[in-house]
């Protein structure tokens, strides 16, 4: 599985709600939304600042994260950022691959 951060910040419409409904059923509905896609929410917290809500959560693939994305903003409840997130082997393992990348003027 691979690990995004969702960052969502609330809609007036959304921050309605929120009141309404309380916290704790918002991370209910966003656990069922992951387990729904294959995935698992690992951890949940409501955040003061330009982001309202942030999400650590392991989803299958790009698409589940994507569906979970378009999901969550066609509500109309808030926007979200999707961010996939690597470990540090999975760093190890780009920085030791060879690509064909050269900068500009550097050659060709």
Request: proline residues 0%; charged residues 15%; without cysteine.
């Given at each position: 599985m691979a690990k995004f951060l969702v960052?969502?910040?609330y809609t007036e419409e959304g921050i309605k709600g929120l009141r309404k409904?309380?916290?704790t059923q918002?991370?209910?509905v966003v656990r069922l939304a992951i387990e729904?896609?294959?995935g698992k929410l690992?951890?949940?917290y409501f955040a003061l600042g330009p982001d309202d809500a942030?999400?650590?959560a392991d989803l299958p693939d790009a698409v589940a994260a994507a569906a979970l994305?378009?999901?969550v903003t066609a509500s109309g409840?808030?926007?979200c950022r999707t961010t996939p997130l690597l470990t540090p082997a999975d760093m190890d393992k780009a920085a030791s691959t060879n690509t064909a990348y050269r900068a500009p003027g550097s050659g060709s």
């Open positions: 960052t969502a910040s409904s309380g916290g918002r991370e209910h729904g896609l294959g690992e951890a949940f942030i999400v650590l994305s378009l999901a409840a808030a926007r």
